[in-house]
DNA sequence: AATCTCATGTAAGCTGTTACATGATTTA
DNA sequence: TAAATCATGTAACAGCTTACATGAGATT
């Protein structure tokens, strides 16, 4: 059975052939604003997908002691990609370390507490800011059907997401007054 | 060292003591909601987090083979758990099947797609009607230093998260069309 | 000469899920 | 008497992180 994670690097090589380092390169930032992967995860992945036939590759020669590997998605490799697609995703349950240190606030000195949220509030103001340029270089909204589409529809939840986490952050600052 | 999920079940020890059992129970919901726990986990990290002791246990017989255990916070344990919770939290990666599979969906057909999003929306606004009910139950919002403080400001996290969320889902959905 | 980028992989360890295993007391 | 609840644990596996390991070619 082929992981999640099999099938980020699927969605990835859909839209282009790549190596193994490339696609490692591409996902160290979050694909689709909510995915990432290490170079050390990727290259095992590979091997299994391969094994599964979804995915095959051409070698080039260098840089390196090792031939450079160029994978592209077989046809099964589409079709399994865009039957999963479609599938509902299985809900695997949130867990958010904030939120949690949240719950045992009241134990806290309150002054800590806000410069903590002051702290993560200014991490997502930087991200909608940096997401905000990224909406900015789209001219219209791509179509359904255009690979685009996914790069638009997902920034739009990252954006949405990274409003309502500043919008909670300060009310949470709110909450916690200027005392301190 | 302390894993989150050791902190996890100091927070909710610092509410009053419990079994292990009363623990799983409490933990299988999302404590915070934000973070779960099975039983198996559970006992293994009640375990840790005595070896480091910061949390002891009263015993008391029945039922069942073993006798049942009572645990309770150490004062440093409280003090642990006082400590953490102001300490950043160590940011991992945000991870989101259906986000993922949003950047893919170029390739699949919209009408699946649209009922798979109509499918979360659907349990989104569940969601949202539970919190809502729980939201209610609240008389005026408990005050910082209260426990109370961190039900009612992470249950306002929920509901901010599960908004964003069902918004994002209605404006695929608009996206998607009314074909088929 | 040193460092950075490209390029591949393996291994150890931690976290979390699912399944296995036992058994007394209470309720239907 | 059958099933649910209370109560404890272990084991196997899957997923992710961090560290280990190598080395050519290009740049500074």
Redesign the pocket.
């Known amino acids: 059975?082929t992981?999640?994670?099999g099938f980020a690097i699927l969605a990835v090589l859909a839209r282009g052939p790549r190596?193994?380092?490339?696609l490692?390169?591409v996902m160290r930032r979050p694909v689709s604003y909510f995915w990432?992967?290490?170079?050390?995860?990727i290259?095992?992945e590979?091997?299994k997908l391969r094994a599964a036939r979804l995915i095959d590759y051409e070698t080039?020669h260098?840089?390196?002691?090792?031939?450079?590997?160029?994978y592209r998605l077989t046809d099964d490799g589409r079709e399994a990609l865009r039957d999963w697609v479609t599938e509902p995703p299985r809900e695997?349950?949130e867990?958010d370390e904030l939120v949690l240190k949240t719950y045992a606030a009241w134990l806290a000195e309150p002054g800590l507490v806000r410069r903590m949220f002051a702290d993560q509030l200014a991490r997502h103001e930087e991200r909608l800011a940096q997401y905000e340029r990224d909406a900015a270089s789209f001219g219209s909204p791509p179509a359904f059907g255009d690979p685009g589409f996914g790069n638009y529809a997902t920034l739009r939840c990252g954006l949405s997401y990274e409003r309502h986490r500043a919008d909670w952050c300060r009310w949470m600052i709110a909450q916690l007054g200027d005392g301190g």
């Open positions: 059975m992981s999640t994670l190596t193994g380092y490339d490692a390169a990432t992967a290490g170079h050390s995860q290259h095992t590979l091997q080039e260098g840089p390196g002691p090792q031939d450079k590997k160029i695997r349950p867990r």
